[in-house]
């Protein structure tokens, strides 16, 4: 486990990949930035992720929880619940998830613009308009399988 | 396109939602950091993005080159090349990402650890020391197949 290189997420055979691939998820940067306001119970975490599954949450859950940076505990109420909270070791990676999320909601119009140049340019997507022509992915990849085709 | 709603990445019918989505992969955050030193032809991240395949890497550069964050130059040599780097967009994203890296290449060895003291507690994944019980995510998910089991 001991590495004489100094840690580098570049390496593929260093355990800092491996951290940053747990972490660099939608759905765990999104159950994360949740977790970051308090500890919350399934349900909740259910209604704020817009879009994800009972069974990626659980999941994604799991993994944190696995990997010390959710804590899970069981309520001694009547029925017990349990509600998922950030360890010391989630929070401190608070700034930085907060510094995507910010990126992202202050930044997407300039991605949807330059992805509409970009299509329109290369002669595609521009039958559709704004977002309905799916996600940054999607978009560029059928664009790209149109070219091939 | 334009939403009355405060953008959030929470929500899944907000183009910050897929802004989020496309940067929140380890390819892409590793690929972003690298040109972050500067422009870069193919072969030097391949080199320098351990293990990304060709495929991969081709995929990612066009998906981040369609979203404004990479651009693509044509250099006039003979044979011509070409090579990749940041835009100002993509240069923005920076700091957050970079924040990122460093907290995975600071704290592994506490992830490593919160996850072999939770799979001992389990009575699982003793079997195999260190890092060779593979990545966060597989070995809590192996564990999660063997409780089921």
Redesign the interface.
Same mark, same amino acid.
């Given at each position: 486990?001991a590495k004489s290189k100094k840690?580098?997420?570049?390496?593929?055979?260093?355990?800092? $990949?491996?951290? %940053?691939?747990?972490?660099?998820?939608?759905w765990a940067? %999104?159950i994360l930035?949740?977790l970051a306001d308090g500890p919350m119970r399934n349900g909740a975490l259910l209604r704020?992720?817009?879009?994800v599954s009972q069974k990626m949450l659980t999941?994604t859950l799991?993994?944190l929880?696995?990997?010390?940076?959710v804590a899970r505990k069981t309520l001694q109420s009547v029925p017990p619940h349990v509600e998922y909270r950030l360890t010391p070791?989630g929070k401190?990676?608070g700034?930085?998830?907060g510094? %995507?999320?910010?990126?992202?909601? $202050?930044?997407?119009?300039? %991605?949807?613009?330059?992805?509409a140049?970009?299509?329109a340019r290369r002669g595609s997507g521009a039958r559709r308009?704004?977002?309905s022509q799916s996600?940054?992915?999607e978009?560029?990849?059928r664009?790209?399988i149109a070219l091939m085709e």
């Open positions: 486990m840690p580098s997420v570049f390496d593929p055979e260093c355990s800092a $990949r491996d951290a %940053l691939e747990l972490i660099a998820s939608k940067i %999104l930035t949740a704020k992720v817009g879009g999941q799991r993994d929880e696995c990997n010390g940076l070791l401190s990676l700034a930085a998830l510094g %995507l999320d910010r990126w992202a909601e $202050r930044n997407f119009p300039r %991605l949807d613009a330059a992805r140049q970009h299509l308009g704004g977002r996600t940054p992915t978009a560029c990849s664009q790209h």
